[in-house]
């Protein structure tokens, strides 16, 4: 046996299933509303089990992050501490829009953010870019300015809270840099001079070294949709993405 300190997962999503079709699971489950907290709550239980004491959670629904963080922390049910982002900032039709606020530009963006501080967010996330698991969204597109993001970072830092960034391109991340965000998700094809960029400034990257390999090995397993894989192919010529 082995004693050890209690791991940290800085990029989890306790609403979604680990199986090859998250999102539409999520879909699913989203329509039964006990059976995402059961999911969740199950999800926080294995991540404890496996010595994982702190999670970070970077989206899902409040209604569902929210209360399991609260149980958690009040001892009614057993789980790692959970700092909870819950509702992600995207675009109307964006990356995870369907479990999102959603803003256009920096004014709609501020009010997103404090509308999710208000509700007891721990922690902002903004998707700077889009993503693999929604469909329609092309991973290698910005979705918001440098303002907009400086916009969603001064508000959570009145409010004593931090901010991170799905970004899967270099201009992305630069702009997250850029606009005093502290952390970036995934990061995607980073080129040398934005890493530096990113070093420079004390920004830290969360590579989820593991989803995309994961893809790669079973993209021929029917059950991955197809449009993650029709993504997967047509950015591995230009670097990762997340």
């Given at each position: 046996r082995a004693l050890m300190p209690g791991l940290i997962d800085t990029h989890v999503h306790?609403?979604?299933s680990g199986e090859a079709a998250p999102v539409e699971t999520f879909f699913r489950e989203r329509e039964e509303p006990s059976r995402l907290a059961?999911?969740?709550?199950?999800?926080?239980?294995?991540?404890?089990?496996?010595?994982?004491?702190?999670?970070?959670?970077?989206?899902?629904?409040n209604e569902v992050?929210?209360?399991?963080?609260?149980?958690?922390e009040g001892g009614f049910i057993r789980g790692?501490?959970?700092?909870?982002?819950?509702?992600?900032?995207?675009?109307?039709s964006g990356h995870c829009h369907f479990m999102g606020r959603h803003a256009s530009n920096a004014t709609e963006a501020r009010a997103a953010a404090i509308a999710q501080i208000d509700a007891g967010a721990?922690?902002?996330?903004?998707?700077?870019?889009?993503?693999?698991?929604?469909?329609?969204?092309?991973?290698?597109?910005?979705?918001?300015?440098?303002?907009?993001?400086?916009?969603?970072a001064e508000v959570a830092h009145a409010a004593e809270?931090?901010?991170?960034?799905?970004?899967?391109?270099?201009?992305?991340?630069?702009?997250?840099v850029e606009?005093?965000?502290?952390?970036?998700?995934?990061?995607?094809?980073?080129?040398?001079?934005?890493?530096?960029?990113?070093a420079s400034a004390g920004t830290t990257l969360t590579p989820t070294l593991g989803t995309r390999p994961a893809i790669e090995r079973h993209a021929?397993?029917?059950?991955?949709?197809?449009?993650?894989?029709?993504?997967?192919?047509?950015?591995?010529?230009?670097?990762?993405?997340?």
């Open positions: 306790l609403c979604w059961s999911r969740a709550a199950e999800n926080a239980l294995t991540a404890l089990e496996c010595g994982i004491t702190t999670v970070r959670d970077l989206g899902g629904l992050t929210f209360p399991l963080r609260d149980a958690i790692p501490r959970v700092v909870a982002a819950g509702a992600v900032i995207t675009t109307p721990d922690v902002l996330k903004v998707m700077a870019t889009g993503g693999m698991h929604t469909p329609g969204v092309d991973p290698r597109a910005v979705q918001f300015d440098t303002l907009a993001l400086a916009t969603v809270r931090r901010v991170t960034a799905h970004a899967t391109m270099s201009a992305a991340v630069a702009s997250a606009a005093g965000i502290e952390s970036v998700q995934h990061g995607g094809a980073l080129d040398v001079a934005t890493a530096r960029m990113m021929s397993d029917p059950r991955i949709p197809s449009y993650i894989v029709d993504k997967i192919r047509a950015t591995q010529k230009e670097g990762r993405s997340g």
